[in-house]
């Protein structure tokens, strides 16, 4: 009972290494600055342990930052994928709460506050934007 047979038609098929990267072009281009102090003297400073998220390396200010730091995805227990595809659902398919939270397997709370973190937050608004039109054939922004 309960998951629909084509799930796949509410999902954008994206990996977490996709999105991660769209979100550090969006937000760096190809060279990244200091989110804190803006300087571009920035070093890849290895990964985010147990994750192929990469850290990088003011040289100015000493501040250390990656792809995430500041967005609302950064100490985010759920998947890069799962915020993409709760967003999808709701602000492009239209899907209801209840019927997102049983296909993704996360509860009512959890897809609301992604919902409401999304609405607030324009580069993750962007993102779905992008992500959609790349993604989905049919979906237009
Ligand atoms: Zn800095």
């Given at each position: 009972m309960g998951r629909p047979q084509d799930i796949s038609k509410c999902?954008?098929?994206?990996?977490e290494d996709e999105i991660l990267a769209a979100i550090r072009v969006m937000r760096f281009g190809e060279e990244p600055r200091c989110i804190?102090?803006?300087?571009?003297t920035v070093i890849k400073w290895g990964y985010i342990p147990h994750t192929n998220r990469q850290r990088y390396l003011c040289k100015k200010c000493g501040a250390t930052f990656n792809d995430?730091?500041?967005?609302?995805?950064?100490?985010?227990?759920?998947s890069l994928r799962d915020w993409i595809t709760i967003a999808y659902m709701f602000?492009?398919?239209?899907?209801?709460v209840s019927d997102i939270a049983r296909v993704t397997n996360h509860s009512p709370r959890t897809v609301i506050r992604v919902i409401n973190l999304v609405k607030e937050n324009s580069l993750l608004q962007n993102l779905l934007r992008k992500l959609a039109s790349e993604k989905v054939s049919g979906d237009r922004s």
């Open positions: 999902e954008i098929p994206i990996s804190y102090c803006g300087s571009d995430l730091t500041g967005t609302p995805l950064e100490n985010s227990k759920i602000f492009r398919r239209g899907m209801k």
